[in-house]
């Protein structure tokens, strides 16, 4: 491995501005910079389902999804770099087919609950989201990898998917009821 850091801070953001693997600087609050730390955020968040005992298939999942969100990570920090293709986006459709294969078809809303595993995966989802979200704006100003913005879309079904195995392994689904008395 190349380059490694041995002092933390440089003091060169202090203006506002960070840089980016190519060298180039851009405002910290740039769709760019949005982009990168929603992903970022995304792959902490996959690291907290991580630490819950999982299905070892789940765990191996997920382990290489937060290898994948890096590579988008990294696709960002240098504009016009493409990682991602089209093998990604369909190992987690085959995922999905395989995980998705024995729930119970859904009737009803579901709440994030049923677990720990379960709620992680579900603010996971939730992040995944805004990643996707972010990852759009900044593809309205400048050319990102359109595997990336379809590996997202899937990735957020994948982790519906995952806190419904998990719940149903764990406390079971909370499913919304919209008459409840209040």
Not at 57 to 79: K, R, S, Y
Not at 168 to 182: A, L, Q, T
Request: aromatic share 4%; glycine share 10%; proline share 4%.
């Amino acid at each position: 491995m190349g380059h490694r850091l041995s002092k933390i801070y440089t003091r060169t953001g202090d203006d506002g501005s960070t840089g980016l693997a190519d060298g180039s600087r851009v405002d910290k609050d740039s769709a760019r910079v949005e982009a990168m730390g929603a992903v970022d955020e995304l792959n902490c968040l996959v690291g907290g389902v991580l630490i819950h005992p999982l299905p070892d298939a789940v765990d191996a999942l997920l382990t290489d999804v937060q290898h994948a969100l890096f590579d988008i990570g990294g696709e960002m920090a240098i504009p016009g770099a493409s990682t991602l293709n089209e093998a990604y986006v369909l190992g987690l459709e085959r995922s999905l087919d395989h995980f998705n294969a024995d729930l119970p078809m859904l009737k009803e809303f579901i709440l994030p609950g049923g677990g720990g595993a379960a709620v992680a995966a579900h603010v996971a989802r939730a992040v995944c989201r805004r990643a996707e979200r972010r990852l759009r704006t900044l593809a309205r100003v400048e050319e990102v990898n359109p595997h990336s913005q379809r590996y997202l879309n899937r990735l957020s079904d994948l982790l519906f998917v995952l806190a419904r195995v998990l719940a149903v392994g764990d406390r079971g689904e909370v499913f919304w009821n919209p008459k409840r008395e209040r």
